[in-house]
């Protein structure tokens, strides 16, 4: 029996060396506990299966000869087409179960040369949103580690909130500078505002992190939750960790979601630590950006995206000898939300040129309506809360939809998740929405479609012909396409037999695996009509089960028997494959809440049918030893 590998409770910082890839788990050999033994020897009896000879052969013969561990631990060859024979149907079915043939989920293939020959807006993106946090939003730590996580993950575009720094003081001058530092300690934005006050000899107090251009220790910026207890981390130290990490898992290009709070001196530092930390991978404006490029040309390359500020209206460039900025309506903070009793002021803050001219491709724009002249500019961004969008949804959902088969958006969870909790992305996918941003601070119904959608990828996922731009350069104009019209919808019959478990993981709360009280929840995401008519969705978005669930009888242990319990979807219309996803969860039977213990999501175009194991992730998002033993039927028509 293995034991699941436990990590902190997402309060606590990030481990420093996450899981390389999202990639389904490897399958090493596997040997197979007694009660899945029991079944398979079941399934093995002559008359049994009617369709076990038929599935077994189709496999051994669509495949070359590769080598397969048995149960006794020796090798053996899988016989090829060319050496058909009659085979022992037991000895087959364990040495095919034990093979990474029999995984429920297949891999999708890395991305072709025509695959990548699509503009930037025909991808979903694997977002994270407020990345360099590790626990809540109102008062977790801030972490370098967290960025490298993420992108180790297969994370493709990052989110910064930059905030004014401290100037660095040299040791002859800290102890002056102590008491002067105490009392401005509340200039801090993750706790309150305040005002420069006037000294006694008329003098102008300058509170942290004021700062003035002829400062030889200059301040850096930070990065942290504003109006929040979050705790910071140096602007300087993010961007390195970015460096050393983007490229480690995929070549394909990460997009800098930067949220700029920070005033125009330290707007122009943050230029130059940029410049330093990604030179040879930032893009560079230049003069042929006149629209959005092919994916294959942004190879080990960063992307910014960045407010977007006409040249001719940022100033001079130069940095006022004095700057303050005490809040930035940034155009991704309609929803932000604050707890309650901060008070928050919005004054807009300068973005300066050198600043926004780094966002090439990707330039942020103040959503308004999708008639603007900003909504077919080729390389603008509009980034909509989760309310928002759901509010375009009903009143211009056609234009919503065909304005994302052309432009890039973006999808963020409200401002009120103060636990890190995450909408539902399928829904916003289905509108075509490319980055739809979410908590990974949290491994919740979000985060498991999220990996639904991105295992295996390089973090850019091709959307379905219907989805994408119409010529290889996108469209200049909006239409009023529908996504009902926009690519085929089909009927669905899904049935999964679940036989047995093992080695699955406990709940984060339980030590004993004799009280483990284990049923699957097996839950259907598919297109709902509302979605298709642009009436109110139900949830708004939200994170719902949804009425396509079913679950098992209760078992016990981490070996369950669940008896070949047969879960059945019949008939269900409106079904796109590439947008659809089937999750599995095993909690715990308690009272009261029903604790999560391991879960796996697959998109329905990658789910495999006839017999199967389905491998698990443990709550926390490590891949696990534990399996399910499963049949699958699926039938699009």
């Not at 631990?73 to 050496?83: E, L, M, N």
């Not at 130059?272 to 930390?277: E, G, L, V, Y």
């Not at 329905?604 to 049949?631: I, K």
Request: charged residues 20%; neutral net charge.
């Amino acid at each position: 029996m293995s034991t699941a590998r436990i990590i902190p409770i997402p309060e606590q910082p990030l481990p420093a060396n996450p899981p390389q890839s999202q990639n389904p788990p490897p399958t090493p050999p596997i040997n197979l506990s007694e009660t899945l033994l029991a079944h398979l020897r079941s399934i093995a009896e002559p008359g049994k299966s009617k369709n076990l000879s038929h599935h077994l052969s189709q496999i051994v013969h669509s495949l070359p000869s590769r080598i397969h561990s048995t149960q006794s631990g020796t090798s053996q060859t899988t016989p090829s087409a060319s050496d058909a024979q009659p085979f022992d149907d037991l000895r087959m079915l364990i040495n095919y179960i034990t093979s990474p043939f029999s995984n429920a989920a297949t891999t999708p293939p890395p991305l072709s040369d025509q695959d990548l020959s699509y503009p930037l807006s025909n991808y979903f993106i694997n977002s994270s949103h407020n990345t360099y946090l590790t626990g809540n939003q109102l008062y977790s730590e801030s972490s370098t580690d967290a960025y490298r996580n993420v992108l180790r993950l297969g994370c493709r575009c990052i989110e910064i909130d930059v905030w004014d720094g401290e100037a660095k003081s040299s040791s002859s001058s800290e102890s002056e500078d102590s008491t002067t530092r105490k009392k401005n300690k509340a200039s801090k934005p993750a706790l309150t505002n305040v005002s420069a006050s006037t000294e006694p000899d008329g003098s102008l107090s300058l509170p942290v992190p004021w700062t003035t251009s002829s400062t030889a220790n200059r301040a850096e910026p930070r990065v942290l939750h504003g109006y929040t207890l979050t705790k910071e981390v140096s602007f300087r130290e993010v961007c390195t960790a970015i460096g050393e990490a983007a490229f480690v898992t995929s070549d394909l290009p990460v997009i800098v979601s930067l949220e700029v709070h920070a005033c125009p001196s330290q707007q122009k530092t943050m230029v130059d630590i940029m410049k330093q930390a990604w030179k040879g991978m930032l893009v560079l404006p230049s003069e042929s950006c006149q629209g959005l490029p092919n994916l294959s040309t942004l190879r080990h390359k960063l992307l910014v995206k960045v407010k977007y500020i006409e040249p001719k209206a940022a100033g001079t460039g130069s940095v006022p000898a004095i700057s303050r900025v005490r809040s930035y309506d940034s155009s991704d903070a309609e929803d932000q939300g604050t707890p309650s009793g901060v008070r928050k002021e919005k004054t807009k803050s300068k973005i300066i040129e050198s600043l926004s001219a780094l966002g090439v491709y990707t330039r942020s724009y103040r959503f308004k309506t999708l008639a603007e002249p900003e909504a077919t500019v080729p390389t603008h961004v509009f980034s909509l809360s989760e309310k928002k969008l759901m509010e375009v949804h009903e009143s211009q959902g056609p234009t919503l939809f065909s304005h994302n088969r052309n432009f890039m958006m973006r999808a963020y969870p409200s401002g009120m998740r103060f636990s890190s909790s995450n909408l539902d992305p399928s829904v916003f996918w289905r509108k075509g929405v490319q980055i739809v941003a979410l908590n990974w601070q949290r491994w919740d119904a979000g985060m498991m479609l999220n990996q639904g959608m991105f295992a295996g990828s390089g973090g850019w996922v091709l959307k379905p012909k219907g989805y994408r731009s119409e010529s290889p350069g996108g469209m200049t104009k909006i239409l009023s396409e529908s996504q009902v019209d926009a690519i085929e919808h089909k009927t669905l019959s899904l049935s999964v037999e679940i036989f047995a478990g093992q080695n699955i993981p406990l709940p984060p709360d339980e030590r004993k695996p004799e009280k483990f009280r284990p049923y699957v929840r097996c839950i259907l995401h598919v297109e709902s009509p509302q979605e298709r008519s642009g009436a109110q969705i139900e949830g708004g978005g939200k994170n719902k089960a949804g009425k396509l669930k079913h679950r098992t009888k209760t078992s016990r242990g981490i070996e369950p028997d669940f008896g070949g319990e047969k879960l059945e979807f019949n008939k269900v219309p409106g079904v796109v494959e590439d947008l659809s996803f089937v999750r599995f969860k095993i909690n715990d039977d308690e009272i009261g809440k029903d604790d999560l213990a391991a879960w796996a999501c697959i998109r329905l175009d990658r789910l495999q049918t006839g017999y199967r194991l389905l491998h698990l992730w443990d709550a926390f998002g490590n891949p696990s030893d534990g399996v399910l033993l499963v049949h699958i039927d699926k039938i699009l028509t």
